[in-house]
């Protein structure tokens, strides 16, 4: 297989603003961020990529315990793809009970998903600018986290946060992809103690797939059913970071191109004076359940150094292989 030579000198990375108002029981923010730089093959032949997101909310407290409100967002990914919501839902939330969302948005069992430690800027738990730019054959099942879109109207339900864990469950429908989606999620921290832990277990089923686009690098999927499996941990000691995180996907019937298949991940970060160091392997094996066609293996290592230069500003440099493509990116951070 040639070999290619990537180095994205990722200019200027930001919270380019966060606003904060408290207008009586009114709380209303708007928080922003973006990436802009370039990319080059073989140290040259050099294109623009660009990457960002912006997010708005707007909260009613109608006492101490209960408050309602709606959120919007929206990022470059959307953008591309002729789309221009990534969130948009109402939410209700009681501090003792726990959350509802109503809307267009992620299901409860990827927002309770535990990804991987990284501290560089490819994004290798969320739709990875890394996959988008290295040569493959789209078919890299590269998220750890369930994934079943945010297109469709859902329905999301949450308790609190407590000592015991977390729950949730998630229903969505009124979609051109599939019939019905049904998503269920726990989360168990213990974030007390010289050693912090995190456990995370996700399924979802989504019934008759149509021409379904996930948000990973696969085909679109056609099948009676998929099912998902996911499972993560994290354990937190001193300046260490560690992390596994899994996904299992099966389509029942599938026709046309796979995409189903597994995905793991593992990956440690370690802090150390104004250093952090974070080192992740990724397996993706897509095709597993049919034999009759040809299975496709990505390897994943990513290795990335960020330093703290000042409370807000921090500089990096990630690099590694997929497969055997090698990867090399530089950047600057700043929050403000």
Same mark, same amino acid.
């Given at each position: ?162 000592? #015991?864990?977390?729950? !949730?469950? @998630?229903?969505?429908? %009124? &979609?051109?992809?599939?019939?019905? +989606?049904?998503? *269920? ?77 597994? #995905?793991?991940?593992? !990956?440690? @970060?370690?802090?150390? %004076? &104004?250093?952090?160091?974070?080192? +992740?392997?990724? *397996? ?53």
């Amino acid at each position: 297989m040639k070999k290619y030579l990537y180095f994205i000198p990722l200019l200027f990375t930001a919270n380019a603003f966060a606003v904060d108002y408290q207008i009586g029981n009114f709380d209303l923010s708007l928080d922003a961020e973006g990436m802009v730089g370039t990319l080059g093959k073989k140290m040259h032949d050099y294109a623009f990529i660009n990457d960002w997101d912006v997010k708005g909310q707007v909260v009613y407290h109608i006492n101490e315990k209960n408050k309602i409100g709606a959120v919007y967002s929206l990022d470059s990914d959307c953008v591309s793809e002729d789309e221009y919501i990534h969130d948009a839902f109402l939410l209700y939330e009681n501090k003792n009970m726990g959350r509802i969302e109503l809307g267009l948005t992620h299901s409860i069992a990827r927002k309770l998903g535990l990804g991987l430690p990284d501290v560089g800027g490819l994004r290798i738990n969320e739709k990875s600018i890394l996959y988008k730019k290295m040569p493959n054959d789209h078919n890299i099942i590269s998220d750890t986290t369930i994934t079943s879109g945010h297109e469709a109207l859902r329905l999301n339900i949450a308790t609190k946060s407590t000592r #015991v864990g977390q729950y !949730g469950i @998630s229903v969505s429908g %009124l &979609s051109d992809s599939y019939d019905y +989606n049904v998503d *269920f999620a726990f989360k168990i921290k213990q974030p007390h103690g010289k050693i912090k832990t995190a456990y995370s277990f996700g399924l979802s089923f989504i019934d008759n797939p149509k021409n379904y686009e996930e948000n990973s690098f696969t085909s679109e999927v056609n099948a009676d059913w998929r099912g998902q499996a996911e499972l993560g941990f994290n354990v937190h000691y001193n300046s260490y970071v560690f992390g596994v995180s899994s996904r299992l996907i099966y389509d029942k019937n599938p026709i046309g191109i796979n995409s189903d298949g597994l #995905v793991v991940g593992t !990956g440690v @970060s370690y802090d150390f %004076l &104004s250093y952090t160091l974070s080192v +992740n392997y990724l *397996f993706s094996d897509t095709g597993i359940w049919n034999h009759y066609t040809d299975k496709k293996i990505y390897n994943t290592v990513l290795s990335s150094v960020q330093y703290k230069y000042t409370e807000n500003t921090s500089m990096f440099i990630s690099g590694g292989v997929v497969n055997s493509n090698l990867f090399l990116s530089a950047g600057l951070k700043v929050e403000f």
